[in-house]
């Protein structure tokens, strides 16, 4: 019912942040993290003028960047809500250009297994706010999906990820999700750890001396 509620709220979401951004001077380069506590604020009124939230103890925001979600809605279940967001444009040099995805970090491999096991698939939801910031300042869309909605996949249709950590990647702005459930989404999680595991094992297998790897390889054997 919460994210229903959000979800038939776009239109007042939008509207609000629209005027948000009216009365004050936001930087692109932080605009990102400096737009959550509004849209919170928001979220939280709305949900309690719905009677979906009716004190302090029914809902608990982050008190760092660091905490996983931004906001936890604590009814029968509890319901992760992170907030995304990402602008349409980057600065090349000194010109603004049109960008097809704002390549936030989605979270790394390694930390959505705790998540998933805390909250459970199904209940982790992004909002993300897709904006153009250049010239001009503009909020263009909020969207309110599955986490796993506004993920990517790489050549090999896997999850895409970064290569130095395994942050997953989001999808373009313009492209309709490409994971649809949560069983889909475990199922390219499974094989994309394991694809990582073997392009890490064959880059570091590199620099290891021949005799070394059959050490190695003699000490894996069962």
């Not at 992170?82 to 979270?107: I, L, P, Q, T």
């Not at 395994?166 to 490409?178: A, T």
């Amino acid at each position: 019912m919460v994210i229903k509620t959000l979800q038939s709220s776009r239109g007042r979401i939008l509207n609000h942040l629209k005027k948000v951004i009216k009365g004050r001077d936001f930087s692109y380069k932080t605009f990102g993290t400096d737009i959550e506590d509004y849209l919170i604020d928001e979220i939280i009124q709305i949900l309690k003028e719905k009677h979906l939230i009716k004190n302090s103890s029914d809902f608990h925001r982050a008190e760092n960047k660091n905490e996983f979600p931004d906001l936890k809605i604590i009814l029968s279940n509890i319901l992760a809500i992170e907030v995304k967001s990402g602008n349409h444009s980057r600065k090349k040099g000194n010109k603004w250009v049109m960008c097809k995805n704002s390549n936030n970090d989605m979270g790394t491999l390694n930390s959505w297994q705790a998540k998933i096991k805390k909250f459970g698939g199904q209940n982790i939801y992004y909002v993300f706010v897709e904006y153009d910031f250049n010239t001009k300042k503009e909020i263009l869309d909020v969207k309110i999906a599955p986490f796993y909605e506004f993920l990517a996949l790489n050549r090999d249709g896997l999850l895409r990820y970064r290569e130095k950590d395994g942050n997953l990647r989001p999808k373009d702005f313009s492209k309709v999700p490409i994971i649809k459930t949560f069983d889909q989404f475990q199922s390219l999680f499974k094989k994309t750890e394991i694809y990582r595991s073997i392009r890490i094992i064959k880059k570091h297998l590199k620099n290891i001396p021949k005799k070394e790897v059959k050490k190695i390889f003699n000490n894996l054997k069962i």
